[in-house]
């Protein structure tokens, strides 16, 4: 289980020589990836790790971001955009990813492939080797093994670009889904992209669609709600009684989020936090009633962790 936590953190893929080593150390970074060009001059260099992959073999994804447009700005909406690759990670979790995250990005990069639990290599820049450092030392320092995602919607996956964005609503919108062939009894709905409920002539407007989800789910069946924001994406995992919830803050860099109040269906008496910059994190004004549990994370920046146990 260690092996499998090591193999989901992401690398550094770096295009530097082995005279950047003291600066990599200077941030915490042990482990890089090269290119094979690169993996010669990098041998026998004392206190960095050096594996060797070829990075047009990976499927190079969009920096994480989250896009805020002015009150003034006219458009089809006001709202934050969240640039999540989380439908694509979705669609094909075997894959491998490249992402290109220059400065603070670098983190946020890190912690999206992490939460996905996809093989990612993160590139970044000078600017950008602190902050990543900073999160892979908080994702190494995550204990016990991971579960399986939990899920209560079933997506039938056409392969269609009207099916992505489909999906990349529903991931924004933190309703639980796992990608499927055919619709599974076990879920509590599925989805098809071309059913009575979800017709392909509304394709243009996932949003709708989404929100035609959210309903016919209801919201007592959510596995999962984020109130009072838009920028988050959380990601459940569990099994035997414990529960592992990842939060995304996509806009976290540059405005940290206060006060988030979060519901995970399912009676938590055990609850403890991991949150990215926090020395003392500490979840508040916690209840457990109603077949669920609810809390608040004082502050959230970039990446928080919640342990749950029955």
């Known amino acids: 289980m260690r092996l499998f936590m090591a193999l989901a953190i992401p690398s550094l893929l770096w295009d530097g020589g082995p005279a950047t080593a003291p600066t990599l150390k200077q941030h915490g970074i042990a482990a890089i990836t090269v290119a094979a060009s690169r993996a010669a001059a990098w041998q026998g260099v004392a206190g960095i790790s050096v594996a060797v992959a070829d990075p047009s073999q990976f499927t190079k994804v969009m920096t994480p971001s989250l896009a805020r447009y002015p009150a003034d700005e006219s458009g089809p909406t006001r709202r934050p955009w969240v640039n999540s690759n989380g439908w694509r990670f979705l669609r094909n979790p075997q894959g491998n990813y490249v992402y290109d995250a220059p400065g603070a990005a670098s983190a946020l990069a890190a912690a999206e492939g992490f ?29 016990g093994p991971r579960h399986p995602s939990l899920a209560n919607i079933g997506f039938i996956d056409d392969g269609t670009d009207a099916s992505a964005e489909f999906m990349n609503l529903l991931v924004r919108g933190n309703l639980l889904f796992q990608v499927l062939h055919k619709p599974d009894p076990r879920m509590d709905l599925n989805v098809t992209l071309g059913a009575a409920d979800y017709p392909r002539s509304e394709a243009g407007r996932p949003g709708l669609l989404a929100e035609r989800v959210r309903d016919n789910l209801t919201d007592d069946k959510r596995l999962l709600r984020i109130y009072g924001s838009e920028e988050v994406v959380g990601r459940l995992e569990g099994g035997n009684g414990v529960a592992r919830l990842y939060l995304l803050n996509y806009g976290g860099a540059k405005q940290p989020i206060h006060g988030l109040r979060v519901r995970v269906l399912g009676r938590f008496s055990r609850q403890a936090a991991v949150i990215a910059g926090s020395q003392k994190p500490a979840l508040v004004d916690i209840r457990v009633a109603d077949a669920a549990t609810e809390f608040t994370i004082p502050e959230l920046t970039t990446l928080a962790v919640v342990e749950l146990a029955q």
Do not use: K, N, Q
């Open 115 to 143: 939460t996905f639990g996809v093989r990612a290599l993160i590139r970044t820049d000078d600017r950008g080797l602190a902050p990543l450092g900073s999160m892979l030392a908080l994702l190494r320092s995550l204990d």
